[in-house]
C-alpha cells in the first residue's frame, strides 16, 4: 500500500495561515495525491487533490514539491471549524488508503 | 445530490448476532467503497464496487463480512456472528469515475457497538 508520513498533530492559532506537511516518498508518476478532513463524529470530507502543479480551491491550496516527494495543504486563515483530522493519501490503484493523519487544534 | 446516506446511524448487538448496514450513495456514482473505523485510526479500506461487480475485498477482510451492491445503486453490508472486535464506525464513500483523479464523498456512518 502507498503509504505517507505526517505529524501526529499540530497547533495553530485561529484567524493564522496553516501548512499541513506530508511526505509520500514512494510516490510513482501516476499517483494523484488527495487530502481529506474529518470532523468528529462524521465521515471523511474531501478538501483538494493534485498530481504535479498546485492547486487552490476555495477550501485550501495544495503545494506539490518538484519531485512530488512531499506535499503541503495550506489552510490561509484558520477557524475554530477548521479543527479536525487532516489525511494525506497517495491514491494508488483507485484505492483511497488512510493513514492516521494529522489532529489539528486550532487556538482561540 | 442529497451525499451518501448510511442507515442505520448506531447499531448496538449482542456478541454472535447478525448485523447488516445499508449505503444509499449519490446518485449515478459508479464506483462505492466501504470502510471501518476505530477510536484513534483512519479509516481502514474494506472493499469497495464498480456498480455491481465488487473489484476488491481487503485482505483483512473476515470471512464472516459480505458486502453486495446488487443492481449497482446501493449496498449493503452484512457481519455474520458479530465479535466485539467489529466494534467500529463503518463508513460507505461512493464516487463517479476512476478515484485515482475523482474525490470520494462519505456518509457519515454506522457506528456498531457489539456488547
Known amino acids: 500500500d502507498a503509504k505517507t508520513t505526517q505529524p501526529n498533530s499540530m497547533e495553530s492559532n485561529e484567524e493564522e495561515p496553516v501548512h499541513l506537511p506530508c511526505n509520500h516518498s514512494t510516490i510513482s508518476g501516476t499517483d494523484y495525491i488527495h487530502w481529506y478532513r474529518q470532523l468528529p463524529s462524521q465521515g471523511p470530507e474531501y478538501v483538494i487533490h493534485g498530481l504535479t502543479s498546485n492547486v487552490n480551491n476555495r477550501m485550501a491550496s495544495l503545494a506539490i514539491a518538484e519531485d512530488r516527494k512531499s506535499s503541503t495543504l495550506i489552510l490561509h486563515r484558520a477557524t475554530l471549524r477548521d479543527a479536525a483530522v487532516y489525511y494525506c493519501?497517495?491514491?494508488?490503484?483507485?484505492?483511497?488508503?488512510f493513514g492516521k493523519g494529522t489532529r489539528l487544534h486550532i487556538l482561540p | 445530490d442529497t451525499g451518501v446516506s448510511q442507515n442505520p446511524r448506531h447499531k448496538i448487538t449482542k456478541r454472535g448476532q447478525n448485523v447488516t448496514f445499508r449505503c444509499d450513495p449519490i446518485s449515478e456514482h459508479n464506483r462505492l467503497y466501504w470502510y471501518r473505523q476505530t477510536l484513534g485510526q483512519g479509516p481502514e479500506f474494506l472493499t469497495y464496487?464498480?456498480?455491481?461487480?465488487?473489484?476488491?475485498k481487503s485482505r483483512l477482510l473476515s470471512d464472516r463480512f459480505s458486502a453486495e451492491r446488487p443492481k449497482g445503486s446501493f449496498s449493503t453490508l452484512e457481519i455474520q456472528r458479530t465479535e466485539q472486535g467489529d466494534s467500529a464506525m463503518y463508513l460507505c464513500?461512493?464516487?463517479?469515475?476512476?478515484?485515482?483523479?475523482?474525490?470520494?464523498?462519505f456518509g457519515n456512518g454506522t457506528r456498531l457497538t457489539v456488547t
Open positions: 464513500a461512493s464516487s463517479p469515475l476512476r478515484g485515482g483523479h475523482s474525490p470520494l464523498h
Open positions: 464496487f464498480q456498480n455491481e461487480a465488487q473489484l476488491e
Open positions: 493519501i497517495q491514491n494508488r490503484d483507485d484505492k483511497i488508503i
